[in-house]
Each structure stands twice: as structure tokens, then as C-alpha cells.
């Protein structure tokens, strides 16, 4: 079987193992990559956490970085002295000029080529105290995305100037900007990052049942958790009030009966697996419960954002879940 590359020919070192092997008369599986992140997708993770270009598979052994990649196949289907060398001495001088290719003229290609990468990854207006922005945080670190996050001053009311409201002109955050298409709403965010650059059976679905399902929870979220969050968080940051009204606080307990409804005999919101409709309630879930307290009366709430807790994907929102925890207590007791 032939040895399979994965590969993208604008990629230099990919170019220099394609050409080591017509060099060697060799035959490789080549499979390119696509350069809307599939280097990014948790497939790609799992044989080179690297996630660079070349990666080789040589009936299941795994090996990247092309120089490592060229004098293995050298060694393994090529002639050691027509291209490397026995010779200590002269196999001292190759080893130096490769090493000058990697960590000197490939270096400064990829510094100057990753700026690029820096200024092509999605812009996220964010704010880390709010929770949809933090959905969204969670969304790209479940698929291993790199955001260039724009950080709003939503207190100082960024967001209600002239240049956001050219982008946004309802003036929320979270909003995306993807090399120059326009989206906001976290849920509908999510969903266009986990399609474009993650893998849509991993957290979403294509079956339309597991997918009307997902959605409704999503909605859920929307128009149910996250808009009560809403309806109480504004005008306390607003400061025109400092109050929870009571029947607000008895909505809150409704909304944590039905969610512990929706988790009877389930994991997760939505089933036995983990979809972006968890990562997008435990956003506001975690933040509702400063306003009333997530009771026993509700453990299997308790249990599902306990094992929420302990995904990797939850790490981006302990900042903002301390921000935003930290501002409403002192807003209320001011
Ligand atoms: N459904 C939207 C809600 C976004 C939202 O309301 N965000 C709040 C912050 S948590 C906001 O931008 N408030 C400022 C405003 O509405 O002016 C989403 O999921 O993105």
C-alpha cells in the first residue's frame, strides 16, 4: 500500500516531500487537505496535534515535518547515498542545511505567512462577561478554532457606536466577521463555524429528527433561558433597577423544571451525546443561577452542568462567568 501523505501544494514542505518522492520514483496516497481548517478538525487532531502540513501515514506509522518525513522515506524506499550519506562528516553538512531550512529560511517564510493566517481567522466581537460570547468561545474551542476575539467595552457603550452599528446594527455581541461575511446571534454563529470548520456530526447532525431536536433546544435557549437571563441582567446594568422581582425568580425555577424535564433518563439536553445545544445552555445556565440559586429539586440539571464542567470546551467560560458574576454583585449591592 502506498504510504499516504496528507497535503496542501501551496504548502512548501508538502512540496518538498512530493519532490523527494519523484526524486525516489516513489508512489504516494496523496490526500489534500482542504484550507478551510480541515487541519483544524479533531480527525486531523488525533494523528498530528500539530496540525501541520505534511503528515505522513506509512501503514499506521505517523510522522510530520518534512524533513523527518523525506530522509524516512529515503531511508525506507530510496538509496541512502544518492541523496543522504553514510559519511559522519558529510551527513553532519546535509543535517545543517536542513536544519537551516527549518529553523532559519521556512521559519521566516512561516512568520511572515502566519500573519496572514492571523489576520484571515474569524473576528469575533465579544464581550467575556456575556453569555452568548461565550457560548460561541466554547463552540470554537470544541472544534479547535482560532478566533482573533475583538473585545468590546460594553459598559462604556462600544457597542451603540457608529462603527459597530455599520456591522451590527441591533448592536449585540456576539458578532462574527469571516473575511468579510457579516453574522451575529451566538446559536446562528455556532452553527456556521461548526459547518465551516468543524465536523457537523460531531456536535450537530444531518438527521433531520436529531436536527429538529437540537434546534428546539437551541430555541429554547434563545427564547426562553438566555431572553429571561436577559430581561433581568439589562436593567440591573442598565442601573435602573437592583431588583429580581420574585415572579422572574419563579420563571427561573420554570425554566430549570423543564430543562431538568428534557435531562430525565438523558446526559445531555438532547440525548446520550454532547451537541452545541449543551454548550450554548451552559452558557446561560451557569450565569442564571447568580439571580436564583440551581436547587436539588433540579439534580439532573445539577448533574449535566457538573459534567459540563469537566469538558475541555468549558474552559472559556470561567473568565467571563467570574466577570459577569463579579459585575452583577456589585451593580445589586451598590
Ligand atoms: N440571541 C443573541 C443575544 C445576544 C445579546 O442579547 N447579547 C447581549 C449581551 S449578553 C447584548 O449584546 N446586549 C447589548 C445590546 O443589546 O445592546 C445571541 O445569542 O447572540
Redesign the pocket.
Known sequence: MAPKLYSIDASPPCRATLMLAKAIGLTLDVHNLDQGGEHLKPEYLKINPEHTVPTLDDGGFVIWDSHAINLYLLEKYGNIDGLYSRDLKTKALINQRLHFDSGVAFSLLLRIAYIRIEIMAPKLYS?D?????R?TLMLAKAIGLTLDVYNLD?MGGE??KPEYLKINP?????TLDDDGFII??????NLYLLEKYGNIDALYSRDFKTKALINQRLHF??GVA?SLL?RI??PIRLKQTKIIPDNLKGEIRDTYGFLNSFLEGNKWTCGDRVTIADIQLAATISCIQLFEPLTDSYPNVQRWLSNCEQQPWYQPNLKGLNDFNNLFTSLINA
Do not use: G, N, R
Open positions: 464581550i462577561a456575556s453569555p452568548p460570547c457560548a460594553l457597542h451603540l441591533q448592536h449585540t455581541v456576539p451575529w446571534d451566538s446559536h446562528a454563529i435557549d434563545s438566555f436577559l441582567a439589562k
